[in-house]
Protein backbone atom coordinates (compact mmCIF):
# COMPACT_ATOMS: atom_id res chain seq x y z
CA UNK A 1 0.00 0.00 0.00
CA UNK A 2 1.51 3.33 -0.96
CA UNK A 3 1.57 5.90 2.18
CA UNK A 4 -0.04 9.11 1.94
CA UNK A 5 2.03 12.33 1.84
CA UNK A 6 0.96 12.72 6.30
CA UNK A 7 2.44 9.24 6.88
CA UNK A 8 5.77 9.96 4.80
CA UNK A 9 8.31 10.15 7.62
CA UNK A 10 10.01 13.46 7.97
CA UNK A 11 13.16 12.29 9.60
CA UNK A 12 14.92 8.55 9.68
CA UNK A 13 17.02 7.74 12.88
CA UNK A 14 19.72 5.17 12.22
CA UNK A 15 21.22 3.61 15.62
CA UNK A 16 21.98 0.08 17.14
CA UNK A 17 20.52 0.59 20.66
CA UNK A 18 16.70 0.20 20.34
CA UNK A 19 16.48 2.25 23.12
CA UNK A 20 18.22 5.21 22.43
CA UNK A 21 15.73 4.71 19.55
CA UNK A 22 12.83 4.58 21.37
CA UNK A 23 13.49 7.83 23.21
CA UNK A 24 14.68 10.04 20.53
CA UNK A 25 11.40 8.68 18.81
CA UNK A 26 9.77 9.66 21.73
CA UNK A 27 11.07 12.67 21.76
CA UNK A 28 10.64 13.75 18.10
CA UNK A 29 7.01 12.01 18.51
CA UNK A 30 6.31 14.50 21.22
CA UNK A 31 7.88 17.64 19.02
CA UNK A 32 5.24 16.97 15.93
CA UNK A 33 7.78 15.01 13.65
CA UNK A 34 6.60 11.81 12.50
CA UNK A 35 9.92 9.62 12.93
CA UNK A 36 11.35 6.46 11.36
CA UNK A 37 13.72 4.41 13.79
CA UNK A 38 16.11 1.42 12.40
CA UNK A 39 18.63 -0.22 13.87
CA UNK A 40 19.61 -1.43 10.66
CA UNK A 41 21.15 1.52 8.23
CA UNK A 42 20.71 -0.90 4.59
CA UNK A 43 16.91 -0.89 5.87
CA UNK A 44 17.22 2.72 5.91
CA UNK A 45 18.69 3.33 3.18
CA UNK A 46 16.41 1.46 1.25
CA UNK A 47 13.27 4.05 2.34
CA UNK A 48 14.99 7.13 0.73
CA UNK A 49 14.86 8.51 -2.20
CA UNK A 50 16.04 11.88 -4.32
CA UNK A 51 12.50 13.10 -3.66
CA UNK A 52 12.40 12.33 0.25
CA UNK A 53 11.81 15.67 2.62
CA UNK A 54 13.62 14.78 5.36
CA UNK A 55 16.45 14.10 7.36
CA UNK A 56 18.56 11.55 8.83
CA UNK A 57 19.66 11.38 12.39
CA UNK A 58 22.51 8.34 12.93
CA UNK A 59 24.70 7.60 15.28
CA UNK A 60 28.63 7.89 14.08
CA UNK A 61 29.60 4.61 14.99
CA UNK A 62 27.86 1.51 14.28
CA UNK A 63 29.16 -2.03 14.06
CA UNK A 64 27.73 -2.79 10.19
CA UNK A 65 28.71 0.54 9.60
CA UNK A 66 30.19 4.22 10.64
CA UNK A 67 29.18 7.71 10.13
CA UNK A 68 31.58 7.97 6.80
CA UNK A 69 30.16 4.89 5.39
CA UNK A 70 26.43 5.98 5.81
CA UNK A 71 27.17 9.32 4.74
CA UNK A 72 28.47 8.13 1.54
CA UNK A 73 25.62 5.87 0.74
CA UNK A 74 23.04 8.55 1.23
CA UNK A 75 24.85 10.51 -1.48
CA UNK A 76 24.51 8.61 -3.97
CA UNK A 77 20.68 8.53 -3.35
CA UNK A 78 20.89 12.64 -3.13
CA UNK A 79 23.73 14.54 -2.31
CA UNK A 80 22.07 17.38 -0.52
CA UNK A 81 20.04 14.89 2.08
CA UNK A 82 20.90 16.55 5.37
CA UNK A 83 22.62 14.32 7.77
CA UNK A 84 23.04 15.03 11.28
CA UNK A 85 25.27 12.83 13.23
CA UNK A 86 25.37 11.93 17.14
CA UNK A 87 28.95 11.05 18.87
CA UNK A 88 30.66 10.28 21.47
CA UNK A 89 33.62 12.20 22.61
CA UNK A 90 36.21 9.53 21.14
CA UNK A 91 34.60 9.76 18.08
CA UNK A 92 34.51 14.14 16.97
CA UNK A 93 37.56 13.52 14.43
CA UNK A 94 35.68 11.42 12.53
CA UNK A 95 32.25 13.60 12.93
CA UNK A 96 34.07 16.67 11.62
CA UNK A 97 35.62 14.53 8.69
CA UNK A 98 32.44 13.69 7.98
CA UNK A 99 30.95 17.14 8.22
CA UNK A 100 33.52 18.54 6.09
CA UNK A 101 32.98 15.53 3.59
CA UNK A 102 28.97 17.05 3.70
CA UNK A 103 27.11 15.81 6.77
CA UNK A 104 25.11 18.83 7.91
CA UNK A 105 26.16 18.98 11.57
CA UNK A 106 27.01 16.66 14.66
CA UNK A 107 25.74 16.83 17.96
CA UNK A 108 27.78 15.32 20.92
CA UNK A 109 26.40 12.57 24.16
CA UNK A 110 24.76 12.83 25.77
CA UNK A 111 22.11 14.87 24.08
CA UNK A 112 20.91 18.47 24.69
CA UNK A 113 17.12 18.28 23.27
CA UNK A 114 16.96 21.82 22.72
CA UNK A 115 19.97 21.71 20.47
CA UNK A 116 18.99 18.57 18.48
CA UNK A 117 15.22 19.96 18.21
CA UNK A 118 17.18 23.42 17.08
CA UNK A 119 19.01 21.92 14.80
CA UNK A 120 16.62 19.37 12.78
CA UNK A 121 14.53 22.68 11.92
CA UNK A 122 17.55 24.10 10.67
CA UNK A 123 18.00 21.19 8.54
CA UNK A 124 14.70 20.83 7.40
CA UNK A 125 14.14 24.14 6.11
CA UNK A 126 17.04 23.75 4.13
CA UNK A 127 15.89 20.61 2.74
CA UNK A 128 12.60 21.75 2.10
CA UNK A 129 13.93 24.98 0.41
CA UNK A 130 16.15 22.97 -1.83
CA UNK A 131 13.36 20.37 -2.63
CA UNK A 132 11.34 23.60 -3.82
CA UNK A 133 14.11 25.02 -6.22
CA UNK A 134 14.32 21.49 -7.85
CA UNK A 135 10.69 21.60 -8.30
CA UNK A 136 10.81 25.19 -9.54
CA UNK A 137 13.55 24.34 -11.89
CA UNK A 138 11.54 21.55 -13.17
CA UNK A 139 8.58 23.56 -13.86
CA UNK A 140 10.42 26.09 -15.84
CA UNK A 141 12.56 23.73 -17.95
CA UNK A 142 8.96 21.59 -18.86
CA UNK A 143 7.70 25.14 -20.05
CA UNK A 144 10.52 26.14 -22.18
CA UNK A 145 11.06 22.41 -23.43
CA UNK A 146 8.23 21.35 -24.85
CA UNK A 147 8.20 17.82 -26.05
CA UNK A 148 8.41 14.11 -25.45
CA UNK A 149 11.57 13.05 -28.17
CA UNK A 150 14.12 10.99 -26.55
CA UNK A 151 16.54 13.97 -27.39
CA UNK A 152 14.37 16.54 -25.19
CA UNK A 153 13.99 14.18 -22.30
CA UNK A 154 18.12 13.98 -22.37
CA UNK A 155 18.48 17.93 -22.45
CA UNK A 156 15.92 18.30 -19.47
CA UNK A 157 17.59 16.04 -17.35
CA UNK A 158 20.86 17.86 -18.22
CA UNK A 159 19.35 21.23 -17.48
CA UNK A 160 18.78 20.22 -14.37
CA UNK A 161 21.78 19.00 -13.56
CA UNK A 162 23.44 22.13 -15.03
CA UNK A 163 20.67 24.40 -12.70
CA UNK A 164 22.24 23.15 -9.63
CA UNK A 165 25.68 24.27 -10.17
CA UNK A 166 27.86 26.85 -12.08
CA UNK A 167 29.72 24.92 -14.85
CA UNK A 168 30.47 27.02 -18.03
CA UNK A 169 29.34 24.90 -21.39
CA UNK A 170 28.93 24.95 -24.60
CA UNK A 171 25.30 25.11 -27.00
CA UNK A 172 25.80 23.67 -29.84
CA UNK A 173 23.17 23.46 -32.95
CA UNK A 174 21.76 24.70 -36.17
CA UNK A 175 20.53 28.36 -36.32
CA UNK A 176 16.89 28.58 -35.35
CA UNK A 177 17.17 25.11 -32.88
CA UNK A 178 16.73 27.26 -29.30
CA UNK A 179 20.17 27.87 -28.59
CA UNK A 180 19.72 31.61 -27.44
CA UNK A 181 16.08 29.93 -25.50
CA UNK A 182 17.99 27.31 -23.88
CA UNK A 183 20.98 29.51 -22.40
CA UNK A 184 18.54 32.01 -21.48
CA UNK A 185 16.69 29.53 -19.41
CA UNK A 186 19.65 28.33 -18.01
CA UNK A 187 20.34 31.77 -16.48
CA UNK A 188 16.24 32.10 -15.25
CA UNK A 189 16.84 29.18 -13.44
CA UNK A 190 20.47 29.65 -12.28
CA UNK A 191 22.12 30.35 -8.81
CA UNK A 192 23.09 33.81 -10.75
CA UNK A 193 19.78 34.69 -11.95
CA UNK A 194 19.54 38.02 -10.50
CA UNK A 195 22.62 39.28 -11.98
CA UNK A 196 22.93 40.10 -15.24
CA UNK A 197 22.30 38.05 -18.55
CA UNK A 198 24.77 39.89 -21.82
CA UNK A 199 25.08 38.72 -24.84
CA UNK A 200 28.80 39.34 -27.27
CA UNK A 201 29.01 38.13 -30.87
CA UNK A 202 32.07 37.27 -31.49
CA UNK A 203 31.83 38.31 -34.94
CA UNK A 204 30.92 41.72 -34.56
CA UNK A 205 33.13 42.30 -31.14
CA UNK A 206 35.96 40.30 -31.75
CA UNK A 207 38.71 42.31 -30.33
CA UNK A 208 40.27 41.64 -26.68
CA UNK A 209 39.03 45.21 -25.08
CA UNK A 210 35.43 43.97 -26.31
CA UNK A 211 35.70 40.91 -24.68
CA UNK A 212 36.77 42.40 -21.83
CA UNK A 213 34.35 44.83 -21.51
CA UNK A 214 31.19 42.34 -21.88
CA UNK A 215 32.84 40.45 -18.80
CA UNK A 216 32.79 43.07 -16.79
CA UNK A 217 28.98 44.11 -17.82
CA UNK A 218 27.96 40.56 -16.81
CA UNK A 219 29.36 40.45 -13.38
CA UNK A 220 28.14 37.73 -11.01
CA UNK A 221 25.24 37.16 -13.90
CA UNK A 222 25.85 35.11 -17.11
CA UNK A 223 28.29 35.85 -20.53
CA UNK A 224 26.30 34.32 -23.73
CA UNK A 225 29.36 33.78 -26.32
CA UNK A 226 27.99 33.93 -29.74
CA UNK A 227 30.51 32.62 -32.34
CA UNK A 228 32.93 32.21 -30.10
CA UNK A 229 35.54 31.11 -33.25
CA UNK A 230 35.32 34.50 -34.56
CA UNK A 231 36.98 36.05 -31.55
CA UNK A 232 40.45 37.25 -32.81
CA UNK A 233 43.22 34.30 -31.86
CA UNK A 234 44.50 37.23 -29.43
CA UNK A 235 40.93 37.09 -27.32
CA UNK A 236 40.35 33.55 -27.48
CA UNK A 237 44.17 32.26 -25.51
CA UNK A 238 43.17 35.32 -23.44
CA UNK A 239 39.29 34.13 -22.90
CA UNK A 240 40.80 30.49 -22.15
CA UNK A 241 43.40 31.15 -19.69
CA UNK A 242 40.86 33.44 -17.76
CA UNK A 243 38.06 31.13 -17.64
CA UNK A 244 40.01 27.90 -16.54
CA UNK A 245 42.09 30.56 -14.03
CA UNK A 246 38.41 31.58 -12.48
CA UNK A 247 38.13 27.61 -12.38
CA UNK A 248 40.99 26.68 -10.73
CA UNK A 249 40.60 29.66 -7.88
CA UNK A 250 36.78 28.60 -7.26
CA UNK A 251 35.72 32.47 -7.45
CA UNK A 252 34.40 32.86 -11.29
CA UNK A 253 32.99 36.35 -11.63
CA UNK A 254 30.27 34.98 -14.48
CA UNK A 255 29.20 31.70 -15.99
CA UNK A 256 29.72 31.46 -19.17
CA UNK A 257 27.64 29.89 -22.24
CA UNK A 258 29.28 29.60 -25.43
CA UNK A 259 27.05 28.95 -28.76
CA UNK A 260 28.29 26.40 -31.50
CA UNK A 261 26.62 26.43 -34.92
CA UNK A 262 29.02 24.15 -36.38
CA UNK A 263 30.75 21.35 -34.84
CA UNK A 264 33.76 23.02 -32.77
CA UNK A 265 35.95 20.21 -33.38
CA UNK A 266 35.90 21.13 -37.44
CA UNK A 267 36.54 24.96 -36.71
CA UNK A 268 39.80 24.03 -34.21
CA UNK A 269 40.99 21.94 -37.47
CA UNK A 270 40.52 24.94 -39.87
CA UNK A 271 42.25 26.59 -36.91
CA UNK A 272 39.52 29.01 -36.25
CA UNK A 273 38.91 28.28 -32.82
CA UNK A 274 41.80 27.93 -30.22
CA UNK A 275 42.80 24.87 -28.88
CA UNK A 276 42.92 26.29 -25.35
CA UNK A 277 39.28 27.94 -25.53
CA UNK A 278 37.87 24.80 -27.17
CA UNK A 279 39.60 22.57 -24.56
CA UNK A 280 37.88 23.96 -21.95
CA UNK A 281 34.41 24.93 -22.87
CA UNK A 282 34.21 21.29 -24.00
CA UNK A 283 33.75 20.15 -20.51
CA UNK A 284 29.82 20.35 -20.48
CA UNK A 285 28.45 20.01 -24.17
CA UNK A 286 24.53 20.26 -25.05
CA UNK A 287 23.70 19.57 -28.39
CA UNK A 288 20.23 20.88 -29.66
CA UNK A 289 19.60 18.35 -32.50
CA UNK A 290 17.27 19.46 -35.54
CA UNK A 291 13.24 19.96 -35.60
CA UNK A 292 13.48 17.27 -38.05
CA UNK A 293 15.15 14.77 -36.18
CA UNK A 294 12.27 15.09 -33.49
CA UNK A 295 9.24 14.76 -35.38
CA UNK A 296 7.39 14.04 -32.30
CA UNK A 297 7.63 17.05 -30.77
CA UNK A 298 6.49 18.94 -34.09
CA UNK A 299 2.47 19.12 -33.33
CA UNK A 300 2.58 19.75 -30.01
CA UNK A 301 4.99 22.91 -29.86
CA UNK A 302 2.93 24.09 -33.35
CA UNK A 303 0.22 23.75 -30.88
CA UNK A 304 1.60 25.98 -28.15
CA UNK A 305 2.86 28.34 -30.48
CA UNK A 306 -0.54 28.80 -31.95
CA UNK A 307 -2.19 29.00 -29.00
CA UNK A 308 0.71 32.11 -27.94
CA UNK A 309 0.12 33.78 -31.15
CA UNK A 310 -3.66 33.64 -30.79
CA UNK A 311 -3.61 34.90 -27.53
CA UNK A 312 -1.40 37.96 -28.27
CA UNK A 313 -3.48 39.21 -30.91
CA UNK A 314 -6.67 38.42 -29.36
CA UNK A 315 -8.03 36.01 -31.31
CA UNK A 316 -9.94 32.42 -31.21
CA UNK A 317 -8.09 29.48 -31.35
CA UNK A 318 -8.61 28.20 -34.84
CA UNK A 319 -9.87 24.66 -36.22
CA UNK A 320 -6.24 22.92 -37.07
CA UNK A 321 -7.20 19.93 -39.86
CA UNK A 322 -5.37 16.44 -39.41
CA UNK A 323 -4.55 16.64 -43.30
CA UNK A 324 -2.21 19.97 -42.72
CA UNK A 325 -0.69 18.61 -39.12
CA UNK A 326 0.49 15.68 -41.61
CA UNK A 327 2.05 18.18 -44.13
CA UNK A 328 3.66 19.59 -40.72
CA UNK A 329 5.44 16.44 -39.58
CA UNK A 330 6.47 15.75 -43.34
CA UNK A 331 8.01 19.28 -43.63
CA UNK A 332 12.05 19.53 -43.49
CA UNK A 333 11.95 22.48 -41.43
CA UNK A 334 15.23 23.89 -42.55
CA UNK A 335 14.62 27.22 -40.25
CA UNK A 336 13.89 25.06 -37.06
CA UNK A 337 11.96 25.94 -34.35
CA UNK A 338 12.29 29.48 -35.66
CA UNK A 339 10.68 28.56 -38.98
CA UNK A 340 7.74 26.66 -36.91
CA UNK A 341 6.88 29.44 -34.85
CA UNK A 342 6.59 32.02 -37.96
CA UNK A 343 4.67 29.38 -39.22
CA UNK A 344 1.95 29.08 -36.51
CA UNK A 345 1.81 32.75 -35.79
CA UNK A 346 1.74 33.14 -39.60
CA UNK A 347 -1.77 30.89 -39.00
CA UNK A 348 -3.05 32.42 -36.24
CA UNK A 349 -3.79 35.59 -38.35
CA UNK A 350 -5.01 33.64 -40.52
CA UNK A 351 -2.32 32.98 -43.45
CA UNK A 352 -1.58 28.69 -44.18
CA UNK A 353 1.76 28.00 -45.17
CA UNK A 354 3.29 24.63 -46.36
CA UNK A 355 0.02 23.87 -47.59
CA UNK A 356 1.19 22.80 -51.38
CA UNK A 357 0.59 26.66 -51.90
CA UNK A 358 0.08 29.69 -50.03
CA UNK A 359 -3.70 30.39 -49.04
CA UNK A 360 -5.93 32.29 -46.72
CA UNK A 361 -8.35 30.96 -44.17
CA UNK A 362 -11.54 31.25 -46.20
CA UNK A 363 -14.09 34.33 -45.45
CA UNK A 364 -17.14 32.68 -43.12
CA UNK A 365 -19.47 35.50 -44.80
CA UNK A 366 -19.61 35.17 -48.77
CA UNK A 367 -22.74 37.22 -49.37
CA UNK A 368 -20.98 40.80 -50.07
CA UNK A 369 -19.90 41.34 -53.36
CA UNK A 370 -16.34 40.06 -54.27
CA UNK A 371 -14.45 43.48 -54.95
CA UNK A 372 -15.59 44.68 -51.20
CA UNK A 373 -15.10 41.10 -49.74
CA UNK A 374 -11.17 41.06 -50.94
CA UNK A 375 -10.86 44.89 -49.75
CA UNK A 376 -12.37 43.70 -45.88
CA UNK A 377 -10.09 40.61 -45.63
CA UNK A 378 -7.12 42.63 -47.38
CA UNK A 379 -7.31 45.37 -44.74
CA UNK A 380 -8.33 42.32 -42.00
CA UNK A 381 -4.83 40.58 -42.76
CA UNK A 382 -2.65 43.77 -42.46
CA UNK A 383 -4.37 44.88 -39.15
CA UNK A 384 -3.58 41.81 -37.66
CA UNK A 385 -0.14 41.09 -39.03
CA UNK A 386 0.42 44.86 -38.16
CA UNK A 387 -0.63 43.78 -34.50
CA UNK A 388 1.32 40.73 -34.54
CA UNK A 389 4.79 42.78 -34.88
CA UNK A 390 3.45 45.57 -32.98
CA UNK A 391 3.41 48.05 -35.76
CA UNK A 392 6.99 47.38 -37.39
CA UNK A 393 5.98 47.80 -41.11
CA UNK A 394 9.21 46.23 -42.63
CA UNK A 395 8.69 42.67 -40.10
CA UNK A 396 5.21 43.08 -41.05
CA UNK A 397 6.10 43.24 -45.12
CA UNK A 398 8.70 40.61 -44.61
CA UNK A 399 5.96 38.30 -43.01
CA UNK A 400 2.93 39.09 -46.14
CA UNK A 401 5.92 38.49 -48.53
CA UNK A 402 5.73 42.29 -50.47
CA UNK A 403 7.84 44.66 -50.34
CA UNK A 404 7.32 47.71 -47.67
CA UNK A 405 6.21 50.15 -50.03
CA UNK A 406 3.70 48.46 -51.07
CA UNK A 407 2.80 47.86 -48.06
CA UNK A 408 2.63 51.21 -46.80
CA UNK A 409 0.66 52.10 -49.85
CA UNK A 410 -1.90 49.29 -49.20
CA UNK A 411 -2.16 50.46 -45.45
CA UNK A 412 -2.65 54.56 -46.57
CA UNK A 413 -5.42 52.54 -48.76
CA UNK A 414 -7.14 51.28 -45.37
CA UNK A 415 -6.56 54.24 -43.58
CA UNK A 416 -4.25 52.26 -41.04
CA UNK A 417 -1.76 54.43 -39.06
CA UNK A 418 1.17 51.99 -37.55
CA UNK A 419 1.40 53.87 -34.57
CA UNK A 420 -2.24 52.61 -33.60
CA UNK A 421 -0.54 49.02 -33.56
CA UNK A 422 2.32 49.79 -31.23
CA UNK A 423 2.41 48.25 -27.56
CA UNK A 424 0.31 51.50 -25.03
CA UNK A 425 2.81 52.42 -22.24
Given amino acids: MLLTRSRIPDVLLVD ?88 FDFLEKPLNPEALLALLARALEQRRNILSHRSEIQTAVDHQLIGTSPQIVAIRQQLNQLAQTDKDLMLEGEPGCGRHTLATLLHSISDRKEGPLHVHDGATSPELAEIRASLTLCAKGTLVLQAPARLSPESQRWLGSYLLEQERNGSKA ?50 TFL ?41 AVGIIKLAGVERAIPAANAREPLDDLVEEYEKRIIEDTLFLFSGRVAEAANYLGIPRKKLYLRMKKHNLDKELFKPQS
Avoid at 33 to 59: F, M
Avoid at 266 to 285: A, F, G, I, K, T
Avoid at 319 to 334: A, I, N
Fill in 16 to 103: DDEDVLDSYCHLLTLSGYQPKATTSPEEGLALLDAHWPGVVISDIYMPAMNGLDLLAELQRIDAEIPVILITGHGDIPLAVKAVKQGA
Fill in 254 to 303: QRTIALFDEAPERLVERHLLMPELYYYLSQVRIKLPRLAERSCDIIPLFR
Fill in 307 to 347: RQGCKRIGRPLPQVDRPYLETLKRHQWPGNIRELRNVAELY
